[in-house]
């Protein structure tokens, strides 16, 4: 099993910038890909960015050129770092770790961009 916990969203001005975080623990060996998801109010889940065990990323068109996703070395810990801010950017992010026997979902983090 592996558990997520996500942190580091907030409220920020249109423009501002944000890193979230998302640490992993338990059998991060099997894990295949993670990933960054946004669910706004009324609308559908969506996913933001992921990164795969080798290191391939993939963005969604809204997000490419202003976030980018990374991880630590240990690769325990995956980060979403959000420039140029838009207010459309709201939601509830969550992380996710995807295996090949399943995935793990975190409680979410809220980010408020303002106008």
């Known amino acids: 099993q592996v558990q997520v916990v996500e942190s580091g969203g907030g409220l920020v001005q249109a423009g501002g910038s944000l890193r979230l975080s998302c640490a992993a623990s338990g059998s991060i060996f099997s894990v295949i890909v993670m990933g960054w998801y946004r669910q706004a109010p009324g609308k559908q889940r969506e996913l933001v960015a992921q990164?795969?065990?080798?290191?391939?990323?993939k963005y969604a068109d809204s997000v490419k050129g202003r976030f980018t996703i990374s991880r630590a070395n240990a690769k325990d810990t995956v980060y979403l770092q959000m420039n140029s801010l838009k207010p459309e950017d709201t939601a509830v992010y969550y992380c996710?770790?995807?295996?090949?026997?399943?995935?793990?979902w975190g409680q979410g983090t809220q980010v408020t961009v303002s106008s």
């Open positions: 990164i795969s065990r080798g290191g391939d990323t």
């Open positions: 996710k770790s995807s295996r090949a026997d399943g995935s793990t």
